[in-house]
């Protein structure tokens, strides 16, 4: 039987306000093949780094990306399932870093339209920077250096990058309206377009204030669903992010590839921790 284990670390309080978590992910093998290892959308963007045997994902229907071992990678706002497992059914270890959107535009100058459901090895997204640290990390076998590493990493970049606070006021108003609130409204407080602020987002997140208020309120019922609440609370939760059975089905197919129905049984540990803060 595959044995997982999940080990949060706290982030630095320099990078607390952008890192919604680092956690450390170790596993004795490979899920049984009759097990989903579905991984639904939480509207992260995430650094991972295999310490230890290497990790094959799936994002939607793309063709399936291999991160061997003591590769760094970058994986882009996901907004379709992903399916993950150990590259080898052999001992497995992986440190994971998740950007709020608030986070990743402010460690790393990119077009993050073009990593927006992609996982990309961070050297070819950064350059010369990311080739001495990830020889860094190749040469220690200590986790807590590991972790000290990719830290003292991102602190470094946080200080490139400053803060956009249109873009940061926006964030905080999908978050706080658990992705409720229309861009219409976002509009209204900001006093920008939907079109400006859907550039703005684009530039930082890969993906427009819609999007993500689709993820983050998809999020909210997923959370309740993957740790088995009552049926009515569930239903309680759809009627207060949806606007019928149906409006939540799509939304539910969309980023779990599946039914509620078809799903629940095969519900696993590697897909709630995915929403455990």
Not at 32 to 37: A, D, T, V
Not at 130 to 139: A, D, G, I, K, P
Request: hydrophobic share 35%; aromatic share 10%; charged share 20%.
């Amino acid at each position: 039987m595959t044995v997982f284990r999940f080990n949060t670390v706290t982030p630095h309080p320099l990078l607390s306000p952008y890192v919604a978590k680092i956690w450390v992910f170790e596993s004795t093998g490979r899920l049984p093949p009759q097990e989903r290892k579905l991984i639904v959308p939480n509207a992260n963007l995430k650094l991972t780094l295999t310490c230890r045997n290497g990790i094959a994902a799936c994002v939607g229907t793309k063709a399936s990306f291999l991160q061997r071992e003591n590769e760094l990678t970058l994986t882009g706002l996901i907004d379709m399932p992903v399916t993950l497992d150990p590259y080898e059914d052999a001992q497995t270890g992986t440190i994971i870093i998740e950007f709020n959107p608030l986070g990743a535009y402010r460690f790393f100058y990119l077009r993050y339209t073009e990593v927006q459901n992609e996982i990309t090895d961070l050297v070819d997204l950064v350059g010369n920077q990311v080739v001495t640290l990830r020889s860094q990390l190749t040469e220690t076998e200590n986790l807590t250096l590991k972790l000290e590493l990719l830290q003292n990493f991102l602190i470094r970049q946080l200080e490139k990058y400053p803060a956009d606070p249109i873009y940061d006021h926006c964030i905080h108003r999908i978050m706080a309206t658990n992705g409720l609130i229309t861009v219409a409204r976002l509009e209204k407080d900001t006093g920008y377009s939907a079109r400006w602020l859907h550039r703005k987002f684009s530039e930082h997140l890969g993906t427009g204030p819609k999007n993500l208020a689709e993820i983050v309120r998809f999020k909210q019922f997923y959370q309740a669903y993957s740790t088995g609440a009552p049926s009515q609370n569930l239903k309680q939760h759809i009627y207060q992010y949806y606007h019928d059975q149906s409006h939540f089905l799509r939304a539910f197919k969309r980023f779990t590839g599946t039914t509620p129905t078809q799903l629940q049984s095969s519900v696993n540990e590697l897909s709630t921790r995915n929403f455990t803060s």
